[in-house]
């Protein structure tokens, strides 16, 4: 997780050197836990779920004190469960593991626990993506560390290996469901591409 990730001017994310969008998923409200300045550390807020092969970012429509949006990289999320229950409405919750910044020591960064109400339309394309999504992406990490010398730390953005054409390309499309998939991917005004999640280091 990162609390409020470079976004262009357009509200999207800048994205990160070979991420590739998946989809865009208007109207859901976002629950998150642990964040600083929020009433008891609990943070409400209603806005735009961008979902790719790297992370899944919640922006929200206008911002609530400090927070405008949440990064949450697919690898670090554990414990992801669709619920469906009777008097709400449709939700996916969650944990998300922090991104911890260079030199800083873990113990200080938090787990938090996530919510993505779906309250406008259906979700029958989001969740079947994003399930298939989380779970490409962890099979092809597994299959990264076991060729290579397993690493301690978890770098996010080798979800970035994963292949998505296809699975994009077999989507199940529900007409009550408002998601939509990204065909081509959006030319962003700026050609900036983030090489890491450390905010200093971004560039060209």
Do not use: W
């Amino acid at each position: 997780m990162a609390l409020n990730p470079q976004l262009l001017p357009n509200g999207m994310p800048v994205p990160f050197v070979n991420e590739m969008f998946v989809l865009i998923r208007d109207g859901v409200e976002f629950e998150v836990d642990k964040i600083p300045g929020s009433d008891g550390g609990r943070l409400k807020a209603k806005g735009t779920i961008y979902l790719s092969n790297i992370r899944m970012v919640f922006v929200s429509k206008k911002p609530v004190g400090d927070f405008v949006a949440f990064d949450m990289p697919l690898l670090f999320v554990h414990g992801e469960k669709f619920n469906q229950p009777v008097f709400f409405c449709n939700n996916i919750a969650g944990q998300v593991e922090p991104v911890v910044p260079e030199n800083q020591p873990a113990a200080l960064y938090s787990v938090h626990s996530f919510k993505i109400l779906f309250k406008d339309g259906g979700c029958g394309t989001f969740v079947p993506l994003f399930f298939n999504l989380i779970s490409s992406v962890r099979q092809y990490n597994q299959q990264f560390q076991q060729a290579n010398t397993p690493q301690a730390h978890v770098d996010p953005l080798q979800a970035a290996q994963t292949p998505v054409d296809e699975m994009m390309r077999h989507a199940y499309v529900d007409p009550n469901d408002p998601t939509r998939i990204f065909l081509q991917q959006p030319t962003p005004e700026s050609q900036l591409r983030r090489r890491t999640y450390q905010p200093q280091a971004a560039n060209h």
